[in-house]
């Protein structure tokens, strides 16, 4: 099974690590219920209950889902870019001790490295590629 298909705008973010401008994204300003998912592979990557208003221009989230995210240094040396545990799409940057929730961590993430599924809707099928 193949990856989901990606505009040229998606694939600038979520295959070569860019960045969506500030407070342009679907999900900056978004406040339902449901589950954040990856766009390239579907699998979940945060819940709207961890979704907080952080005013950076981005969806910020306080947790992702368990062993959904994972973290790596970024090329600056200076951030620690996230990215989807299962396909490695590139979702943004998190960032500790802003102190801006109780959980002390800012996952900030590209609206464009995401789809939005309401609670109550099924969530589509994982993709698993190798």
């Known amino acids: 099974m193949k990856y989901n298909s990606l505009t040229?705008?998606?694939k600038l973010v979520i295959e070569n690590k860019g960045t969506?401008?500030?407070?342009?994204?679907e999900y900056d300003d978004f406040y339902?219920?449901?589950?954040?998912?990856?766009?390239?592979?579907?699998?979940?990557?945060f819940s709207s209950?961890?979704?907080?208003?952080a005013g950076c221009g981005w969806p910020s989230f306080d947790e992702n889902y368990p062993d959904a995210v994972k973290r790596l240094r970024d090329a600056d040396g200076m951030r620690t870019e996230i990215q989807c545990a299962n396909c490695g799409a590139h979702l943004g940057h998190v960032f500790e001790?802003?102190?801006l929730t109780d959980k002390n961590?800012?996952?900030c993430v590209?609206?464009?490295s995401m789809r939005f599924v309401s609670k109550g809707n099924n969530l589509p099928e994982v993709i698993y590629e190798k």
Do not use: M, Q, Y
């Open 8 to 10: 040229p705008e998606e």
């Open 20 to 25: 969506e401008t500030p407070f342009t994204g």
């Open 32 to 45: 339902e219920e449901g589950t954040f998912i990856c766009r390239k592979c579907n699998a979940p990557l």
């Open 49 to 53: 209950k961890s979704k907080f208003d």
């Open 97 to 99: 001790n802003e102190h």
């Open 105 to 107: 961590t800012r996952h």
């Open 110 to 112: 590209n609206s464009i």
